[in-house]
T-cell receptor, first 113, second 115 residues
């Protein structure tokens, strides 16, 4: 069965540095991958989608890469700010259906001033 | 600013009682999802609907959970009878899942506590 691993439960970095979060998956080749942000007590919020034929995608200070050979996506936040502190989830379509989204367990990012 | 709404926001109930959670998806979205989130299991997909028709409910305990969409503006998730292990945050999400658009918009969640 498909498996998604976000290999850090928590990440602490200094304000201004680049935060890099990792999402690894196994057992199949998804057509796309998504990243969401979740703040405490709230639902996840969609950030970015990257397709299998895209190597990299950017949105303001966010950058996502998608390496289908390594079966890995990296999520970067440049010039990090305390307001970026949240849990970040990667999500993939299910093996049987592109609409059935499976979420990773998330990485809790803390940016210290 | 369109958003998904969920009621109630918090629910505390005793084991054995029926629980009904409601969701109003964003108008025009064709797909509605129900998720459950716990610290241990993370975010799990319970069921989802496309154009109000159930597509997949394989993530749901069938003997006690049921999900319906009586109309395009309302999705419900029922648990009967509820058990302490059902304690979790339940999220509804909607999306316009056409070719090329897969993002989901989540509601604020219903925090369920079963004692």
């Amino acid at each position: 069965s498909q498996k998604i691993e976000q290999n850090s439960e928590a990440l602490n970095i200094q304000e201004g540095k680049t935060a890099t979060l990792t999402c690894n998956y196994t057992n199949y080749s998804p057509a796309y991958l998504q990243w969401y942000r979740q703040d405490p007590g709230r639902g996840p919020v969609f950030l970015l989608l990257i397709r299998e034929n895209e190597k990299e995608k950017r949105k303001e200070r966010l950058k996502v890469t998608f390496d289908t050979t390594l079966k890995q996506s990296l999520f970067h936040i440049t010039a990090s700010q305390p307001a970026d502190s949240a849990t970040y989830l990667c999500a993939l379509p299910g093996y049987s259906s592109a609409s059935k989204i499976i979420f990773g367990s998330g990485t809790r990012l803390s940016i210290r001033p | 600013d369109a958003r998904v709404t969920q009621t109630p926001r918090d629910k505390v109930t005793e084991m054995g009682q029926e629980v009904t959670m409601r969701c109003q998806p964003i108008l025009g979205h064709n797909t509605v999802f129900w998720y459950r989130q716990t610290m241990k299991q993370g975010l799990e997909l319970l069921a989802y609907f496309r154009n109000r028709a159930p597509l997949d409910d394989s993530g749901m305990p069938k003997d006690r959970f049921s999900a319906e969409m009586p109309d395009a503006t309302l999705a419900t998730l029922k648990i009967q009878p509820s058990e302490p292990r059902d304690s979790a945050v339940y999220f509804c999400a909607s999306g316009l899942l056409t070719s090329g658009k897969y993002e989901q918009y989540f509601g604020p969640g219903t925090r369920l506590t079963v004692t």
